[in-house]
């Protein structure tokens, strides 16, 4: 009843979506699933209205539609629940049920708050949520808000005539298991009026509930697997399995690194809703990648060994000496370079000069007496341009101007050129084009041979393991399992979804 | 040429069009001796907008320069004759150090710009309207004269005021493009995330704009009381308008990081020559902050990067 046929979206030069044929039934509740990346945000977000596609066909029984915006999906009954708490905390559950749609409870202008309440009564009681409707939406447990959230896309059932599909994006993240029960027992009593479309990252949690799966990989339907047809084993090889060529990651050169020299060490490490006793360490000559879904807690650790972060409890040592008092500039000093996943906003400033930039983070070795000595940063940039071949015009180009691959060369060069061999690199290949991923790969080989140490945050599994001397699975916060990654004997990505997940 | 690529050359394109104008309107004007009485004139506004540069580009305001000069005027003249010369340097370090407040306050208490520079700005009137006792005061003339009176002679037609504006222009022109300080200031406008995560103690070099703001206000503060001989709590009023009128159209945005000194003085000579423009064309003095309030309006929505803008309230 609701079909998506060949749907294509691109964004700039990325090919999000490719001819994604896409179908559910009446009453049927499908499952999405694919790692990070592979297209399934891009498509709910084409399915509730919030893109357009920028070629194929929406149908809704059969006739084609198009949706300029979610409201327009919402009035065709298509209802979104949000992975993300989108309530508003300062307002009351009622005023969250009925946002945008208050126009049934004025008159004249005025709210009839009594009528208000019995109307979102009634929507709680559907997902048999017992709270006041007039209580503030901040004083509610997660699980309770993840109800209201649903009860809220509900209300449709009032306002639609005909059939609804809900999405429900990773509804199951923040609810203990008899929540998550309580949730599958609800939204199965739901089919006889809606059909679902649920995407989660535990698979186990899709098999249970969906009785089809599409499985999606770089921007493309892979596979549609009917219930019971599969086991979560095939189905996470479908989503991941692609071949590996060693030399992509260089991996014929990697090196044993020095177990005697170590650069960074964290010892029962908290930090309190970010991570939990983390305990590591990082060698002189080894590539680390932490592994973990998002908000695991791998950029709260890289924040941490730079002095961003200060942990509440736990201690932190740079090169044997314990960090005191940590701020970024004493991390700096001593010898730690990061290179931030947001490269257009904390990796360069935009409006400055390549040269500026590379001296940023080590301005006093260029000034006497804070006066800068502009002739060496030149000279510097000129032969780090050379050296990490940046394609830019001269070292006076606005690095805002450059294209991402180079832009991170700029980064790296800033941090390699003042002599930095603590390396936090996190997502560095993030929106770079196969042959720029290949120069990162090439400069990581680089500095291990070097003897820099490494923390790496990996924009793919694959990357992960290619990369690395030693994998740290994280979830929730806390160190799940260490794998060792010498070549030859690097887990698979099985091994590590399964730590993951 | 694209707009964006004129965009940096319009401030002075501006400039040499409005003297042409009214130049042609009236051929006096272009007379070198009216010139530079003019430019003259507009020191100490130009001081003032020197330092509110600094507070600009790093993507601040700094409200309270106009109090703050008021202020200067009153202890100036107060303390003329117990301090001698060294009210001068008295009066750049309160200036210096009110600025440090308004900075300590944004950078680390996160209370935004306009609003710890407003509430300084109003620690300094209020201050000023005490210590003056809310009246005029006149500093003794042959004191000023033996002291100060250097500031405001001329030197053949050109006005003493001058060298002191080129001077103060040489210095924070040579800050900004030569020290670290001017490069971690303009890192802090262009991209403060960046600079933080390059390890500069972003907060600090924050700080230090708005006291470099809270000083020049003081010095131009100081400059108008040798000027008139006096001060009062409300003789600079008039002046914030301008002022900030004067960074924008030089071409340092709201959003920062762009622009500079350099482009204040041209921005400041605009406003001067507006601002004489207005008599030739008969528009009276109690009008001219109306024309400054609409000049700003356009010039902040032709100069702003709303790329850099997620929200405005």
């Known amino acids: 009843m609701y079909e998506l046929k060949g749907i294509d979206k691109k964004f700039g030069g990325v090919h999000a979506l490719k001819h994604v044929d896409f179908h559910v039934k009446r009453g049927e509740i499908v499952g999405l699933v694919g790692e990070n990346g592979a297209g399934k945000s891009t498509l709910m977000k084409v399915i509730y209205g919030a893109y357009q596609p920028d070629s194929g066909q929406i149908l809704m029984d059969g006739k084609p539609v198009r949706f300029a915006n979610p409201r327009q999906a919402m009035d065709q009954g298509i209802g979104m629940v949000f992975q993300e708490q989108s309530l508003i905390p300062n307002l009351s559950v009622m005023e969250n049920i009925f946002l945008g749609n208050e126009k049934q409870f004025t008159r004249a202008g005025l709210f009839d708050w009594a009528k208000m309440a019995e109307a979102a009564r009634h929507q709680l009681a559907k997902v048999r949520l017992d709270v006041d409707p007039r209580a503030p939406t901040s004083g509610l447990s997660f699980a309770q808000r993840q109800l209201v959230e649903l009860a809220k896309v509900l209300t449709l059932e009032e306002r639609i005539e005909g059939d609804l599909v809900i999405l429900l994006d990773e509804p199951t993240s923040v609810l203990s298991e008899d929540e998550v029960k309580l949730l599958f027992k609800l939204v199965r009593e739901l089919t006889n009026r809606a059909s679902f479309i649920f995407v989660s990252h535990r698979m186990d949690e899709v098999m249970e509930l969906s009785d089809r799966i599409y499985v999606m990989k770089d921007g493309a339907v892979v596979d549609v697997v009917a219930r019971g047809q599969s086991t979560v084993e095939a189905i996470q090889h479908t989503m991941v399995g692609r071949s590996i060529d060693n030399e992509y990651y260089r991996e014929t050169r990697q090196k044993p690194f020095d177990p005697k020299t170590r650069l960074v060490e964290l010892d029962r490490v908290s930090l309190p809703g970010r991570i939990k006793d983390v305990s590591l360490t990082l060698h002189a000559g080894e590539v680390l990648c932490l592994v973990g879904t998002e908000g695991s807690g791998r950029e709260a650790i890289m924040r941490t060994v730079f002095g961003m972060l200060s942990p509440l409890s736990g201690s932190v040592r740079l090169k044997g000496e314990p960090v005191q008092r940590p701020t970024p500039r004493h991390a700096v000093e001593r010898g730690v370079g990061y290179v931030p996943r947001e490269r257009k906003v904390e990796g360069i400033v935009a409006g400055m000069t390549i040269y500026e930039n590379m001296t940023l983070s080590q301005m006093g070795r260029y000034a006497t007496a804070g006066v800068l000595g502009t002739g060496a940063e030149r000279r510097l940039a000129r032969d780090w341009i050379k050296r990490m071949s940046i394609k830019a015009p001269s070292e006076n180009a606005d690095c805002g101007n450059l294209s991402g691959g180079n832009q991170q060369k700029v980064v790296l060069s800033k941090w390699r050129s003042g002599g930095s061999d603590i390396m936090l690199l996190d997502h560095p290949t993030r929106g770079l084009d196969i042959g720029a991923k290949q120069d990162v790969y090439t400069m990581v080989r680089d500095m291990s041979d070097d003897g820099v140490g490494i923390i790496l945050a990996a924009d793919t599994l694959e990357e992960a393991i290619g990369l690395s001397h030693t994998i740290i699975v994280l979830k929730d916060g806390a160190v799940q399992k260490t794998f060792d990654c010498t070549p030859g004997r690097k887990p698979t990505m099985y091994d590590l979804l399964h730590a993951m997940l | ?313």
Request: charged share 10%.
């Open chain 2, 1 to 313: 040429m694209t707009f964006q690529r004129l965009k940096s050359h319009l401030p002075w394109i501006t400039l040499l069009v409005l003297v042409a104008v009214v130049g042609a309107v009236d051929p006096t004007f272009l007379r070198p001796v009216n010139l530079l009485g003019l430019a003259g004139d507009i020191v100490p506004l130009f001081i003032m907008a020197l330092g509110l540069t600094f507070a600009i580009y790093i993507g601040g305001i700094d409200l309270s320069a106009q109090s703050m000069a008021n202020m200067i005027t009153v202890m100036a003249s107060l303390y003329l004759s117990s301090l001698g010369l060294w009210v001068a340097p008295l009066c750049i370090a309160v200036g210096f150090l009110l600025g440090t407040v308004s900075g300590y306050f944004t950078t680390r208490q996160f209370v935004p710009s306009f609003i710890s520079t407003l509430a300084v700005g109003g620690v300094c009137f209020s201050m000023a309207q005490w210590l003056s006792g809310n009246r005029a005061l006149n500093m003794d003339a042959t004191q000023r004269d033996a002291l100060f009176g250097w500031m405001i002679g001329r030197t053949g037609i050109i006005p003493n005021e001058l060298f002191i504006a080129v001077g103060l222009l040489a210095i924070c022109l040579f800050i900004e493009r030569r020290t670290t300080l001017g490069r971690a200031l303009k890192a802090v406008g262009a991209g403060e995330l960046a600079a933080a995560a390059s390890g500069l103690n972003v907060g600090r070099f924050k700080i230090l704009a708005f006291a470099i703001s809270g000083a020049l206000a003081a010095v131009a503060g100081l400059l108008f009381s040798v000027k008139l001989s006096g001060g009062a709590p409300t003789i600079a009023n008039g002046f914030l308008l301008p002022a900030i009128v004067a960074v924008l159209v030089g071409g340092t945005p709201l959003t920062g990081g762009v622009g500079g000194v350099l482009n204040t003085a041209i921005g400041t000579l605009i406003v001067a020559v507006i601002r004489s423009s207005m008599l030739y064309f008969g528009i009276e003095a109690t009008q001219q902050q109306m024309v400054f309030g609409l000049v700003l309006i356009v010039a902040i929505a032709l100069t702003i990067d709303r790329s850099k803008l997620r929200l405005v309230k």
